[in-house]
């Protein structure tokens, strides 16, 4: 049906550019690999942090809360392709920098588990600066782990 390939063809466009993303951030750990872990983690964990404070992080996390009904026209497929790929830019603006930490810290599940939270957390209560200390702190600790991992 039009409407199943619709959601197909919006993955794929989310796809790209979380792939896109995920290479140049491999590109970067590569790059990166004779810097001490401690401060490779420090660095991703202050990113983090600052990123969260900024307009365009902001603007994405409201950007991600966009409804979508699919165009059933001739031209729907490359439509539903960029509404995937806007999809994925705001998703990487919102969350990109918690996900270099993730990397950074080599997937740990404490990691894992406390950046997921906060992504969980930003799409349920957009918007909600009171809550920003809660989620810096996770982060700050969470970038504290990394650091102190071997």
């Known amino acids: 049906t039009r409407r199943a390939r619709a959601t197909l063809e919006v993955a794929a466009g989310w796809a790209v550019a979380w792939l896109a993303a995920g290479v140049v951030v491999s ?3 590569v790059a990166t690999a004779p810097a001490p872990a401690a401060l490779t983690a420090g660095v991703a964990s202050a990113g983090a942090v600052a990123w969260r404070f900024t307009r365009t992080q902001r603007v994405a996390l409201a950007r991600c809360h966009r409804g979508y009904a699919p165009p059933l026209g001739a031209g729907a497929g490359p439509a539903c392709v960029r509404f995937g790929a806007s999809l994925g830019r705001d998703s990487l603006l919102t969350c990109g920098p918690s996900m270099v930490l993730m990397a950074v810290a080599g997937h740990h599940l404490l990691v894992v588990v406390a950046l997921g939270w906060v992504a969980w957390r930003d799409m349920r209560r957009p918007g909600d600066s009171p809550g920003d200390a809660v989620a810096v ?5 969470t970038g504290l782990f990394a650091v102190a991992q071997p």
Do not use: C, H, N
Request: aromatic fraction near 0%.
């Open 27 to 29: 590109a970067l750990l």
């Open 137 to 141: 702190a996770v982060l700050v600790a």
